[in-house]
T-cell receptor
Framework: DVKVTQSSRYLVKRTGEKVFLECVQD?????MFWYRQDPGLGLRLIYF???????EKGDIPEGYSVSREKKERFSLILESASTNQTSMYLC????????????FGPGTRLTVT | GENVEQHPSTLSVQEGDSAVIKCTYS??????FPWYKQELGKRPQLIID?????GEKKDQRIAVTLNKTAKHFSLHITETQPEDSAVYFC??????????FGGGTRLMVKP
């Protein structure tokens, strides 16, 4: 049974705080992704990684960074959280290439006050 | 880059009726088109996908059609049931590593 887990389901942070969101997958997938989900905007790609220490910017990378030190773990970092980063954050993983199913984590609802 | 537009944003149908959700894409190099379903409070899950060498694919009550010339693809759900109520996302990929998602359609099936 495939499994993608995220470190928190709900998180409340203050403006200016550094925030870490972690994602772990146990399927030995090469690709890992971070998306942001907002009503009416669908799933927007923040960053993705196709291998350890490799990353590529998605559609909305501003204000975010990522880290992938191990194949199974992909972290999203908000260096200085702002209120416009209040959102649902979804992690996903897949086999290498763009034509394989992406398996999503349960999501982290982040509120920045 | 790729741009995917999805319509309608909300759709309400009576149980037993059919539902159709349409998407258009901009990159003619895209060749993989999945559909994901997200039930309330749950994670998105793949329900069906189609590749560019196929015009139509069916799986029980759901089907997807693809028109590469017009650059649009559609999801068809027949004999809708209350458990079909969810948000549906279309997506497109050009065989790179990334999917571009549409804005989502909230489908409500009234019993």
């Amino acid at each position: 049974d495939v499994k993608v887990t995220q470190s928190s389901r709900y998180l409340v942070k203050r403006t200016g705080e550094k925030v870490f969101l972690e994602c772990v997958q146990d399927m030995d997938h090469e690709n890992m992704f971070w998306y942001r989900q907002d009503p009416g905007l669908g799933l927007r790609l923040i960053y993705f990684s196709y291998d350890v220490k490799m990353k590529e910017k998605g559609d909305i990378p501003e204000g975010y960074s990522v880290s992938r030190e191990k194949k199974e773990r992909f972290s999203l970092i908000l260096e200085s959280a702002s209120t416009n980063q209040t959102s649902m954050y979804l992690c996903a993983s897949s086999l290498k290439g763009g034509t394989y199913e992406q398996y999503f984590g349960p999501g982290t609802r982040l509120t920045v006050t | 880059g790729e741009n995917v537009e999805q319509h309608p944003s909300t759709l309400s149908v009576q149980e037993g009726d059919s539902a159709v959700i349409k998407c258009t894409y901009s990159d003619s190099a895209s060749n993989y088109f999945p559909w994901y379903k997200q039930e309330l409070g749950k994670r998105p899950q793949l329900i069906i996908d189609i590749r560019s060498n196929v015009g139509e694919k069916k799986d029980q009550r759901i089907a997807v059609t693809l028109n590469k010339t017009a650059k649009h693809f559609s999801l068809h759900i027949t004999e809708t049931q209350p458990e079909d109520s969810a948000v549906y996302f279309c997506a497109a990929s050009n065989a790179g590593n990334m999917l571009t998602f549409g804005g989502g359609t909230r489908l409500m099936v009234k019993p």
